[in-house]
C-alpha cells in the first residue's frame, strides 16, 4: 500500500515485511520531502511491486515475516541490480547477507531516518530538464527563469508531464486521466488552477505565458526553443481553421 497514490514520478522506497507502527513519522516526514513509500506485507507482494515501480531502495524486513531475507536479498539483486538494499535484521542473525545498508535492532527511529536519508543522499538527483526549465522531483524545486520555487505534489507531477513531452499538445482529458485520475471532464477548474499556479512560478509574465500556453480547445503545450514556438503557433492556428 503506498501512502502517496499521486507520487508516480518521485522516487520510491518498497518496504517489504511486518511495519513497525512506531516508525510510522519517520515514514511520513521522508514522503514530505518527496519519496513515495509503498508497503507491501509479503515476499510476493513486494517483488511485484518491485517491478511495477523500479523503486530506488528496498527496504527488506524479513523478522516475523515468513521470508528469507537472504533469499529476497539475491531476489532484489537480480530483479533491481540498481537499487540499494536495506536488510532489518536482529544483531546474531543475518550479518552474513550482502546488502548496501543494514539495521539492526533495536534501533531508534532517528537511526531509521539517518539510515534512509543516507540511502537517499547517495542516490543521483531525479532531475527532469527541458529548455530553461530544471525540476528536481524529489525536493520539487523548480527552476527557472523566474528563479526556484517549489511545488506541491500535483504541481510537480503537472510539470513533469510536460518536461517529459516539451513542445508536444497534452490534451486535458490526458492530463486529467494522468494526473487526477479521472475521465470525467464536466468540471476542469482545478487544471486550470493548476495551470495558473505553474505558469507564476516559471513564466516571467504569466498573464501572456510563452512557455506553458494554451492550445485552444485542445490542451497545453510546453514551449521550448524558439523555433518551436513558432511552430507551436503555426499548428494552433491549423488547429483552429
Known sequence: MSRNSSAARLTHILYIGREDPGYEKVWQAIEQEGANVVFA???TMGLDLARQLQPAIVVINPLNSHFSGERLCREVRRKLPQARRVLICERSENQHIDCEDRLVRPFTPRRLRETVGKALSSLAPPVLKAGPIELNLMTRLVKSPQ??????PKQCELLATFLQRPNQVISRESLMSDIWETHYLGDTRTLDVHIHWLRE???ADPTRPALLVTVR???????IAPSAARAARQADQQLQL
Not at 528563479?147 to 506541491?152: E, H, I, P, S
Not at 480547445?217 to 514551449?223: A, D, E, M, S, T
Open 147 to 152: 528563479g526556484q520555487a517549489r511545488l506541491t
Open 201 to 203: 512560478k516559471i513564466e
Open 41 to 43: 506485507r509479503t515476499q
Open 217 to 223: 480547445g485542445v490542451g497545453y503545450r510546453l514551449v
